[in-house]
């Protein structure tokens, strides 16, 4: 994923200092060091994906906001080399400090993560 631009430590400047990065069966992570952490681990997890996030919902309050996104991901998860489908979304906080948004809390909501060979019907999940 790094031949593809990913960047961890950019990716980690979009959340706040306290913010916290829930993935459910990925994983809970509190602090902007933990998510960096988190992040720069991601190509040892998934050494293909591509996130479709769509249908951006946002409310904002102030210096505050909440939104919900859709995700569609197709990927490959590192071990076994599997080709997987996920479907899934975010729940997510933001906060503006110092005239930027930044995350605040980020809840990823599985839908389904499928072996793409099985399909979401015959096998819903392959992180539980």
């Given at each position: ?76 998860f ?17 906060a ?33």
């Amino acid at each position: 994923m790094r031949d593809a631009g990913y960047d961890s430590d950019g990716l980690a400047g979009l959340f706040t200092e306290d913010a916290v990065w829930d993935g459910g069966s990925f994983g809970r992570f509190e602090g902007r060091e933990a998510i960096r952490n988190f992040f720069r681990g991601i190509p040892k997890l998934l050494c293909f994906a591509v996130h479709y996030v769509m249908n951006p919902l946002i409310e904002v309050s102030g210096e505050h906001a909440t939104g919900r996104w859709y995700l569609l991901e197709s990927c490959i998860f590192a071990e076994g080399s599997r080709a997987v489908w996920g479907a899934a979304h975010y729940e997510d906080g933001y906060a503006k400090l110092s005239g930027e948004w930044k995350f605040r809390k980020v809840k990823l909501i599985l839908v389904f993560w499928t072996p793409f060979e099985q399909g979401w019907a015959k096998k819903r999940s392959v992180v539980d």
